[in-house]
């Protein structure tokens, strides 16, 4: 059973930081794309930032300088380092992973990992 585990949020003042995990287990081929989403209230889930297996990553424009995505194959985990944190930023943040789940299938799946709530003070 394939599964997305994450850790790491909590509640901080604004200029503070945090640092998300999440870890995938289970039975899977490959972990291709590994990303972080977050939804705030009243909102629909937005994208924060992406990394490829490579290194390659994307973020949204309002976290880009203050976010760091980062990964680690080996450990088939990734990060979302967070600092400068702004009220704004305050959500419930998925990880989000683009699976290939057996060698019968040339298609990816994407995993949701339970969410974390990152909630940022003033």
């Known amino acids: 059973q394939f599964q997305l585990v994450e850790s790491g949020g909590g509640l901080v003042q604004a200029g503070g930081s945090l640092r998300l995990s999440c870890a995938a287990s289970?039975?899977?081929?490959?972990?291709?794309?590994m990303g972080w989403y977050r939804q705030a209230p009243g909102k629909q889930r937005e994208l924060v930032a992406i990394v490829s297996r490579g290194g390659t990553t994307i973020y949204e424009d309002s976290v880009k300088g203050r976010f760091t995505i980062s990964r680690d194959n080996a450990k088939n985990t990734v990060y979302l380092q967070m600092n400068s944190l702004k009220p704004e930023d305050t959500a419930v943040y998925y990880c989000?992973?683009?699976?290939?789940?057996?060698?019968?299938?040339?298609?990816?799946?994407?995993?949701w990992g339970q969410g974390t709530q990152v909630t940022v003070s003033s």
């Open positions: 989000n992973a683009q699976v290939r789940l057996t060698f019968s299938t040339l298609n990816d799946y994407d995993y």
């Open positions: 289970g039975s899977f081929v490959r972990v291709n794309n």
